[in-house]
């Protein structure tokens, strides 16, 4: 059995995505869609990097039943033993189910069973209540269920077994709103990319331990802010002499709040034109056309469609000037939702022809790595490219 589990975000594609490009195919197991099994300790997980992932937790046991008062007998049953491990003072207790139909009324009561028996043990305790099956991020973090008098269990159902898991880290939300809501500049017209997308796309790009990372479509900064934060060196530009500013501010901000030891270079440029020296992986947001409250008519699509391509296609014809065979990078290009499906960019269908392949995983499927919030037009699709 796998030694760590890792709850996936809203769109349990691109966490898995990003666990594959960084661990290998073979190093995880996806579990009912929501979750996946990894094959290394939690200690050893670098956690705080994975945009894709919301909690990470040890696995302690599998169950084979998905029965729940089954599962709540189990706990009741061996919880006694493990109390001995938490230092004196109040337990904190938190239960989390996922991938069962139970109701968050159920898991309640069912925690409510396990204080009882907690409290027989001579060990008084709170519990967390349930506002859904599982505790949210806030909850566990406000309650500190990873800290050394918290035990957060999650009951996770896998095909017709259930693996019990105890949370040992819950995704920082205060530090990725403080980073993205902190910086002195965003710009809803070049669109707000959150941190936690601009994670996965840095770690869908899998730069080695001492890359340069160049974003040739820098925006404000998002991308380069969380590669230098996981430890690398950037370089970014953009074609608005604005942008470039904003940019650079928002990364003097990023230094002066965090040690950071990266090298940094911004600079304006047109990404289908520009030659950069000395860069190692592409990660970027590139331009995705103009924004869209609501559907557009065919003909404005279309025209939008054709405009955005174009740049696109240079650019790839640029980069691929500057690179050799195995050069690695990830886009997040434009998807646009309509009535009837995404149109993709056209350009994607001659990638071979412009000298790369694009990559496929094991574990999800090129046409889920579409990052789209209810009611956006333009989404996001990620595609990872390799050099021919
Ligand atoms: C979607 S935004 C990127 C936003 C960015 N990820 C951020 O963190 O703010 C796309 C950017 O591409 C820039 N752009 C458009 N055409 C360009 C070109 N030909 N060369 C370089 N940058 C370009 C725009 O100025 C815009 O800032």
Known sequence: MFPSLLILGRQPALGLAELERLFGSSAIQPVNGLAALLDRPPDQVPFTRLGGSIKLAKVLTQLDTIHWPELVDYLTATLPEHLNYFPAGKLKFGLSAVGFTVTAARVNASALQIKKIIKQAGRSVRIIPNNEAALNSAQVLRNQLTGELGMELVLVRNGRQTILAQTVQEQDIDAYAARDHGRPHRDAKVGMLPPKLAQIIVNL?????????????????????????????VKGSDIDPRMVDYTRQNLVWLLMN????????????????????????????????????AFPAAEVLQQVMQDVDTIHKKFLQNIAQQTNHD?????????WKTPHGFKHLKTLDNLEELGYTRLKFVHARNEDLIYHREGQVVARELVVLQRK
């Open 327 to 335: 050069f690695h990078m990830c886009l997040a290009v434009p998807a």
């Open 205 to 233: 790009a899998q730069p080695s331990p001492e890359s340069t990372l160049l974003d040739p479509f820098c925006g404000t900064g998002v991308i380069l802010q969380e590669a230098l934060l996981m430890g690398y060196a």
């Open 258 to 293: 965090s040690p950071l030891h990266g090298g940094l270079e911004v600079e304006i440029g047109d990404a289908t034109k520009t030659s950069w020296i000395g860069f190692d992986v592409i990660a970027t947001e590139t331009y995705l056309g103009r924004p869209f409250s």
